[in-house]
C-alpha cells in the first residue's frame, strides 16, 4: 500500500475514534516526516528506521515521546488490520522525559506586560490565560456566544476535542462586556473565523520582550502555569484546580503542588546566619589542649 492508501484507513479510524482534528494532523506530518526523513514507505518502515527519527538531536524529549505514542498507535493499527505482520514499534525503548516543572509569571511581571505598551487585544489575551487558564488555541478560538454573563460561565473548546464550561473570574466577566459581538480576535486579511493559536503565542512572545522580561523559559503558556501556580498558593482543593485547568490526570495537576524556587528560598531564610571564621583555630584548640 502507498503511504495515501494507509493515510486513508488509518484517517478513517481515528475519525471512528472521534479524535480532535488538531491530533489527527500531528499524527499525520509526524508519520509523513517519518516517511520522508527515512525515506522509505511506511509499509516498509522497521525497527531500526523508527530508532533513528526518534533519536533526532534536534528533538526535545517531550517531542520524541510524541512521536514514540503516534509510531505505536499507527502501527498496531497496521497490524491489527493485517496490512503488515511485525509491529516495529514494538522494539522502541521507553523515552525518558525529565519532570516537567511549571514556568510561571510572577504577578510583578503579568503587571508589566499589560503596561509595557501592549495593544488591546493583547492585553485581553494575557488575561484571558492568566484568569481562565486557557492555552494559545483556546484563546484563539473565542467567540462572544461563549460567554454567558448571566450563568456566569464560558465555554472552552479545548485539547482532545472536549468541551468544558468553567465559571468566569470577575476580571474577565468585566473584560466580556466591554467586547463586541462574534470572534474576540478574528483573522484578518479577509479570511473568516479566528486567528490561530501561534498568531496568539507570537503576540504574547512580543508582550513579553516588550516588558523586558529576558528569561526566555516564559512563554505565552508560561501565563497558564501561572493561573495553576497561583490557584493551588492559595489554597485552592486540588481536585477544584484541575478541573479548572482541565487536565484529564490529577497527577499533571499535582505538578504545580512542588515548592517554588521563591518558596525555597524564602524556606532558607529561618535559618540563622553565622560569621564565617577567618581561620581554622587549630592553633589556638591545640594550645589550649596543651595547657
Same mark, same amino acid.
Given at each position: 500500500?502507498?503511504? $495515501? $492508501?494507509? *493515510? ?11 479524535? #480532535? ?25 522497521? #525497527?531500526?528506521?523508527?530508532?533513528? $527519527? ?22 498496531? *493499527?497496521?497490524?491489527? $488490520? ?38 488591546? @487585544? ?15 488555541? /483556546? ?14 460561565? %464560558?465555554?472552552? *473548546? ?28 478574528? #483573522? @484578518? ?9 501561534? !498568531? ?29 501556580? /497561583? ?19 490529577? !497527577? ?11 518558596? &525555597? @528560598? ?8 553565622? /560569621? %564565617?571564621? #577567618?581561620?581554622?583555630? &587549630? ?9
Amino acid at each position: 500500500m502507498t503511504n $495515501e $492508501e494507509v *493515510f486513508e484507513v488509518f484517517l478513517e479510524y481515528m475519525r471512528a475514534g472521534n479524535l #480532535a482534528k488538531r491530533t489527527i494532523s500531528t499524527r499525520l506530518s509526524i508519520l509523513t516526516q517519518l516517511s520522508r526523513h527515512q525515506d522509505v514507505p511506511l509499509v516498509e518502515v522497521k #525497527a531500526f528506521h523508527l530508532r533513528r $527519527e526518534i533519536g533526532r538531536d534536534d528533538l526535545k524529549p517531550a517531542s520524541k515521546a510524541t512521536m514514540r505514542n503516534v509510531f505505536m498507535a499507527f502501527y498496531t *493499527f497496521l497490524c491489527e $488490520e493485517g496490512v503488515i505482520t511485525e509491529n516495529p514499534a514494538r522494539r522502541l525503548p521507553i523515552v525518558k522525559v525529565p519532570p516537567h516543572r511549571p514556568r510561571p509569571y510572577t504577578q510583578e511581571q503579568i503587571d508589566k506586560l499589560l503596561s509595557s505598551g501592549a495593544y488591546r @487585544r493583547t492585553r485581553s489575551m494575557i488575561l484571558l490565560a492568566a484568569y481562565q487558564g486557557l492555552r494559545a488555541a /483556546e484563546v484563539a478560538a473565542v467567540h462572544s456566544d461563549d460567554i454567558d454573563l448571566h450563568a456566569g460561565t %464560558i465555554k472552552i *473548546f479545548g485539547k482532545g476535542g472536549r468541551t468544558d464550561y468553567l465559571p468566569l473570574h470577575p476580571v474577565i466577566r468585566e473584560l466580556a462586556a466591554s467586547m463586541g459581538p462574534g470572534y474576540w480576535f478574528p #483573522a @484578518r486579511g479577509g479570511r473568516d473565523g479566528h486567528i490561530r493559536g501561534n !498568531s496568539v503565542s507570537d503576540l504574547l512572545t512580543d508582550a513579553r520582550n516588550r516588558a523586558g522580561i529576558t528569561d526566555h523559559r516564559l512563554t505565552g503558556h508560561s501565563l497558564r502555569h501561572t493561573f495553576g501556580t /497561583e490557584l493551588v498558593r492559595g489554597g485552592a482543593n486540588i481536585r477544584a484546580v484541575q478541573e479548572l485547568m482541565r487536565h484529564s490526570s490529577l !497527577s499533571t495537576t499535582q505538578r504545580y503542588t512542588e515548592v517554588l524556587d521563591d518558596d &525555597r @528560598r524564602q524556606a532558607l531564610d529561618v535559618l540563622p546566619g553565622r /560569621e %564565617i571564621p #577567618a581561620t581554622s583555630g &587549630r592553633v589556638s584548640h591545640q594550645q589550649q589542649a596543651d595547657q
